[in-house]
């Protein structure tokens, strides 16, 4: 199988990553910061060494500031219902995926849209004609999971700081290929899918508040403050109630370690190299239909939507499988950002990539294509 569905979750883990999930499960099924015998403290040690390197990793300013969740669906609801309150505007991008919209949607708060365009400038202009008085928070995509596009956040960041507006970071297609430091880019609160570009585990998601969450969604145990009814306040306790996935957690440390020997940029170029191999095989293929202009270095993540001209993107992608290429196709839970490409009745097929496909492989799923 050539998985080429990394944009939805990694298909391949590094052995590294295999063999910290084993050994958790196999010595460290104990729930941290619940009992004192020793495999609740190893476990517990285990926890909050991921959290200081993840801290570290993303340029936060402590452990205590990493927040494990489900998954970063989970950690973007507590920032927009943790953050906004009657009264609040919150400003989104026109290419932000549903764990944005529907949470957002839900709470009823009044919200602005700003389009995203070909140019930055253009970009962050629409995002600071939206900021109102009332405008609390802003949210936005670190790279579209439908187009690639890489949006200016670090520009737009600097203009909340100004503004006193606070400022989260959507990073599920940005963490690990794409360079973020929290404290040098103004980013309050970074919302992060480790499963994808950290290459961990599914099941886990990252949460760094830089800025106070001031109202919780999830209330349980924590294992502090047992006799009080009401959930603690201060992080990461009042954000994780109930026991956290100690062997993803586990797996989450070593796909840091791996990132970090292989490099966030030696990553980044190879799969933008295989990017531009797909785009360009692929433009020779009269029944593909390219959305996109030519992918280049630090303007679009490794993600190509196309579709082949007369069939459904559900159609193609059973070719594709059916020739063992694993293609996603559909909507890509972002109909905004199909509204942009107009392809909201057609989905797109999406070719996403990591730093384990090959070259190879790109050949492989040129020539399926051509074969249609």
């Known amino acids: 199988m050539i998985y080429l569905d990394n944009a939805a979750t990694n298909g391949h883990k590094p052995q590294s990553v295999i063999n910290a999930v084993n050994f958790a499960l196999l010595n460290?099924?104990?729930?941290?910061?619940?009992?004192?015998?020793?495999a609740s403290t190893m476990a517990?040690?285990?926890?909050y060494k991921t959290r200081q390197k993840t801290a570290d990793f993303f340029g936060a300013e402590g452990a205590e500031q990493v927040v494990f969740t489900q998954n970063c669906t989970q950690s973007l609801n507590f920032v927009i219902k943790g953050v906004l309150k009657k009264g609040d505007h919150a400003v989104v991008s026109s290419l932000e995926h549903n764990a944005v919209m529907r949470p957002l949607v839900k709470t009823g708060i009044n919200y602005s849209v700003a389009r995203v365009y070909e140019n930055d400038n253009d970009t962050v202009k629409a995002f600071e004609d939206k900021i109102?008085?009332?405008?609390?928070?802003?949210?936005?995509?670190?790279?579209?999971?439908?187009?690639?596009q890489i949006l200016p956040f670090l520009e737009v960041a600097?203009?909340?700081?100004?503004?006193?507006?606070?400022?989260?970071?959507?990073?599920?297609?940005?963490?690990?290929?794409?360079?973020?430091?929290?404290?040098?880019?103004c980013i309050d609160y970074l919302c992060a899918a480790p499963h994808k570009s950290l290459y961990a585990p599914m099941g886990l998601g990252i949460l760094i508040c830089r800025k106070p969450i001031e109202s919780t969604i999830i209330e349980g145990g924590?294992?502090?403050?047992?006799?009080?009814?009401?959930?603690?306040?201060?992080?990461?306790?009042?954000?994780?109630?109930?026991t956290i996935n100690v062997p993803a957690i586990a797996g989450l440390s070593a796909g840091i370690d791996f990132v970090e020997k292989q490099g966030v940029e030696n990553i980044y170029k190879k799969e933008i190299r295989l990017l531009k191999m797909l785009y360009e095989g692929l433009s020779g293929c009269e029944n593909i239909i390219l959305y996109t202009k030519p992918p280049f270095m630090h303007k679009y993540a490794p993600i190509l939507p196309f579709n082949v001209k007369g069939m459904k993107s559900e159609e193609a992608a059973a070719y594709f499988d059916k020739n063992g290429i694993a293609l996603r196709a559909g909507l890509h839970c972002a109909p905004t950002a199909h509204k942009m490409l107009g392809t909201t009745d057609s989905g797109t097929l999406?070719?996403?990539?990591?730093?384990?496909?090959?070259?190879?492989?790109?050949?492989?799923?040129i020539n399926a294509a051509k074969k249609l």
């Open 44 to 47: 517990a040690d285990l926890v």
């Open 28 to 38: 460290l099924s104990a729930n941290p910061g619940r009992s004192g015998h020793k």
């Open 222 to 242: 924590t294992g502090t403050s047992s006799l009080e009814f009401l959930q603690p306040n201060t992080l990461p306790e009042m954000l994780e109630s109930g």
């Open 158 to 185: 600097r203009i909340c700081q100004k503004r006193g507006v606070l400022f989260c970071l959507d990073a599920a297609q940005g963490a690990g290929i794409l360079p973020i430091n929290m404290q040098g880019m």
């Open 132 to 148: 109102k008085v009332n405008t609390k928070l802003v949210i936005m995509t670190a790279a579209s999971n439908v187009t690639g």
């Open 350 to 365: 999406r070719a996403s990539f990591s730093v384990f496909n090959t070259e190879n492989e790109v050949l492989r799923a």
